[in-house]
């Protein structure tokens, strides 16, 4: 493969060089890795996407929020890429994030670009691989990355570190209990939107809408907050209401994060962060081979046998990796 040309093609924009090198970084393979790492190296550095994190449970409306929003934005001359995060995929033997005709209108705009999620089970190789894909899609010249995974737990804080906000959807709760949010995942959102505020469900999304600013007032004051943030809204995909005010309160959160050095200070401790995830997860790769799971069990036996001290066990351990 020519790397340099599919470099050269990814910077130009060019969707189907980029699905191509989407591919090639969700590659396990050795040599594919060392492929991706010189496409990644050949990149233009300088380009920033919008990296939008989105959750929410299924059925929530996620798709149809993101065929809708993603209209508007490439109405607005925006170029638009959609990832997906969904560790359950390989589980479920399919991706449910990953059906295509789920954005059917998206799906066939020029200005956007939709990639399902990599169908891995290990949550560390799914980080990677999307974050690799968010850096590509950039270096695509897309104006906004949205990350979408959904409501299960661990994947949100995988995405929210790979954010430069964090949206979560919500549906009209039926009474007035807080729809089992995990408090954790409700302190990563910026903006709640309360979806399917249309018809019969109006008020009850306007009432889930005013619980919910209520209980996010009563949240930590975070730093990177300006006045009035995290906010609630309501929206309705389905009838594109509420849209462009969600876009306003997102511009005017980056805006003010850009200014006050929040953005660069947020994706330097993000870039921190991965640099030490990877650095985890090479480790422990090397514990997983078959002379490292040999070495290891030996010397277990002799601690547990008396006769090596756990410590220098240890010592003798690590030492025999570094060789
Ligand atoms: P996802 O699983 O979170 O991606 O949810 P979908 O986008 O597939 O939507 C699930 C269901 O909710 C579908 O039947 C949608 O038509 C419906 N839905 C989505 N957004 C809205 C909305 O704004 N209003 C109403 N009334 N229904 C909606």
Request: charged residues 25%.
């Amino acid at each position: 493969m020519d790397i340099e040309d599919l470099a050269k093609r990814v910077s130009a924009g060019e969707r189907r060089a980029l699905a191509r090198a989407i591919t090639l970084v969700e590659s396990g393979r050795d040599d594919h890795r060392a492929q991706a790492a010189a496409l990644l190296a050949r990149l233009p550095q300088d380009r920033q996407a919008l990296r939008i994190g989105l959750s929410g449970t299924p059925g929530v409306g996620k798709s149809t929020f993101i065929e809708s929003f993603g209209m508007m934005l490439i109405a607005q001359g925006l170029r638009v890429a959609v990832l997906a995060i969904d560790p359950s995929s390989s589980r479920s033997g399919g991706s449910i994030l990953g059906d295509k005709t789920r954005m059917d209108l998206l799906s066939r705009e020029k200005a956007a670009f939709i990639r399902p999620s990599p169908s891995q089970t290990h949550l560390g190789g799914v980080a990677r691989r999307t974050r690799e894909a968010v850096r590509l899609c950039e270096a695509a010249g897309f104006d906004v990355v949205l990350i979408e995974t959904v409501g299960v737990g661990q994947s949100e804080t995988v995405v929210a570190e790979m954010s430069d906000l964090f949206l979560l959807l919500l549906a009209p709760a039926g009474g007035d209990e807080l729809q089992g949010v995990k408090r954790g995942i409700m302190e990563m959102a910026d903006i709640i939107l309360v979806n399917k505020a249309d018809g019969d469900l109006k008020a009850a999304a306007n009432r889930t809408r005013a619980d919910y600013a209520g209980a996010l007032r009563l949240l930590r004051k975070r730093l990177q907050d300006p006045e009035g943030y995290p906010c609630a809204m309501t929206v309705s995909a389905l009838q594109e209401d509420g849209l462009e005010k969600a876009w306003e309160s997102i511009s005017t959160l980056v805006a003010w994060r850009q200014a006050q050095g929040f953005w660069d200070r947020t994706r330097a401790a993000q870039a921190r962060y991965w640099f030490e995830e990877d650095v985890k997860q090479r480790l422990l790769a090397q514990l997983q081979g078959p002379e490292a799971r040999a070495a290891l069990a030996t010397l277990s036996d002799d601690v547990a046998a008396g006769k090596a001290d756990p410590s220098a066990a240890a010592q003798a351990f690590v030492d025999g990796l570094r060789q």
